[in-house]
């Protein structure tokens, strides 16, 4: 591929006031032809604004405190500030298509607008034009026209950190400035203050910005104008308010790489009652005030079965559902919702389907255990996460196999189901776990204090029934129907109370802390 070399023509010989001007007074003689590198910012050719001055002795004026640069080209200033797109021409504001570039002591300008400008204002006999390297004789250099040839053979990695845009979103409650960056920025990088509800200061460490081209009238209908300064290392954005704001909270999106800073207007009497409906409704959101029981297995799967004449686990856990849900009812407000009250066969799938559907708050699925050891016994409390030792993985795999009843079409309502790590990465189930773990850890103690059976604790495993209910959960094993003396004490009618007691006491207590935290 062949390189492309900016040719840049500098006709003197304009008029032979100019050509004294700029030589024969000065004393200095320019060569017919003098390189200067060119380097690459975001893909844009710059080029030393100080390199034309050396060559025809312009005085410079740079003050380093604000990044300016003043440049003497005959009778007309140039200024030229670092980070700035627009330059001031005499008192004509012009504008560049990049902003400058402050590298070293030096200021670097993009060349095709610069020159654009340079040929409009200063000299208008400026010529340049683009040919191949591979051309010798690049142009007739005719008597008394002195060329410059800009080869582009540089290239710089543009690191810095810079301020893109800056977008006002007028809302009802107030204002929200959007700034678009390159860069990532702690809360430290950002600070803010207002002064006597007329001026709003936003200082952002770390970055540069196109001062001039941020500084705007009237940009919103709730700002009179926003003045931008960049400095060595800062930006301070400074906005004359139309009327009177409250606060500000700006906050770094890593993802965007945006500062966003609303501005909140007071609150008047409307937006009290709004925001007041809304906590309202968030709270109600929030309330137990459902509750799920779901008795586990049912109809044609008889769950765990009974041994020595006693109950299948179907049978003992519908009962304790039945004997909580009149505990709840009669001495609470909280509505219950049962997925099954008699001898019929629900789908798991379905189960999660009716608790999602009444707005449930809390679900709670009871079974009876089962294990080839005839010696393992107790109550048993277990959330929805993956199985963390081989006796959690059995029970979730004893509890998931019911699917193998349902019907062809339901079958593939549980695929990815088996990746409950996926699962446990859903937003709305992570914000239930810590609901989830604070009723088991509850239930745990009054368990182990009121009932009299062994509690193995909390465990965790990935239960199907457990799975699309979108609210705190939990799964019950109340005992196991393959221990003698576990069976027997579930068959206890006055045991089985004890439980559902135990049980309404731990939904009690979990409501009042629940309730309270909502309050705070």
């Known amino acids: 591929m062949q390189k492309k070399i900016i040719i840049i023509i500098l006709n003197l010989i304009i008029t032979l006031n100019l050509l004294a001007d700029l030589h024969i007074k000065n004393k200095h003689v320019v060569p017919k032809t003098l390189n200067i590198e ?18 025809y ?12 640069y003043v440049f003497y080209f005959q009778n007309v200033q140039i200024k030229i500030t670092s980070n700035s797109s627009y330059l001031m021409v005499g008192t004509k504001i012009k504008h560049m298509a990049s902003p400058a570039v402050q590298v070293g002591n030096e200021i ?8 654009n400008i340079l040929k409009d204002n200063v000299y208008s006999g400026l010529k340049y034009s683009l040919v191949n390297d591979d051309v010798k004789n690049i142009f007739a250099i005719k008597e008394k026209i002195k060329p410059i040839q800009i080869q582009p053979n540089k290239t710089i990695d543009d690191q810095r950190v810079r301020i893109f845009d800056i977008d006002y979103d007028e809302r009802k409650n107030g204002l929200s400035i959007i700034i678009s960056t390159n860069g990532r920025f702690s809360e430290s990088d950002i600070s803010f203050f207002f002064k006597d509800d007329k001026w709003f200061y936003l200082t952002i460490y770390g970055c540069s910005a196109d001062s001039l081209k941020f500084s705007k009238n009237n940009p919103t209908k709730s700002l009179y104008r926003v003045e931008t300064i960049s400095k060595e290392n ?22 965007t790489k945006q500062i966003v800073i609303p501005l909140f207007l007071p609150l008047n009497e409307e937006m009290k009652k709004e925001i007041a409906d809304k906590i309202a409704k968030a709270k ?20 765990a079965p009974g041994h020595w004449r006693y109950k299948h686990e179907k049978d003992l856990a519908l009962d304790v559902v039945l004997r909580l849900g009149k505990l709840i009812e009669k001495k609470t407000d909280i509505n219950v919702v049962y997925t099954r009250k008699t001898d019929i066969f629900i789908p798991l799938w379905k189960r999660t389907k009716i608790a999602n559907e009444c707005n449930g708050k809390l679900f709670i699925s009871f079974h009876i255990n089962a294990a080839k050891n005839k010696k393992a016994n107790g109550f048993e409390i ?21 699917i193998q009843l349902e019907a062809p079409d339901d079958k593939e309502k549980y695929k990815g189901y088996n990746n409950i790590t996926n699962i446990l990465a859903n937003l709305v189930h992570s914000t239930n776990m810590y609901d989830s773990e604070s009723f088991a850890e509850i239930l745990s103690k009054n368990v182990s204090q009121k009932v009299p ?12 029934v457990l799975v699309g209910a979108s609210m705190p959960k939990l799964l019950l094993e109340l005992g196991y129907n393959t221990n003698r ?9 006055r045991h089985r109370q004890l439980i559902a007691e135990t049980i309404f006491n731990s939904i009690v207590e979990f409501k009042i802390q629940s309730d309270k935290s909502i309050k705070n």
Do not use: C
């Open 38 to 55: 060119t380097v690459y910012f975001d893909k844009t050719p710059y080029f030393s604004a100080h390199k034309i001055a050396e060559i």
């Open 57 to 68: 002795k312009i005085r410079i004026y740079n003050k380093k405190s604000t990044g300016k």
């Open 108 to 115: 670097y300008v993009p060349v095709y607008s610069f020159l």
């Open 234 to 255: 800062s930006v301070q954005i400074s906005m004359r308010l139309k009327q009177k704001f409250s606060s500000a909270d700006p906050h770094y999106n890593p993802e």
């Open 284 to 303: 109600k959101a929030w309330t137990i005030d459902t509750i799920v029981l779901d008795a586990g297995h049912g109809g044609k799967d008889s769950g």
């Open 382 to 402: 277990y959330l929805l996460r993956t199985g963390r030792s081989a006796d959690a993985i059995r029970v979730a795999e004893a509890e998931n196999s019911v």
């Open 453 to 464: 059976q062994k509690n193995r604790g909390v465990k965790q495993s990935g239960f199907f």
């Open 485 to 493: 003396q576990d069976a027997k004490k579930l068959n206890n009618s």
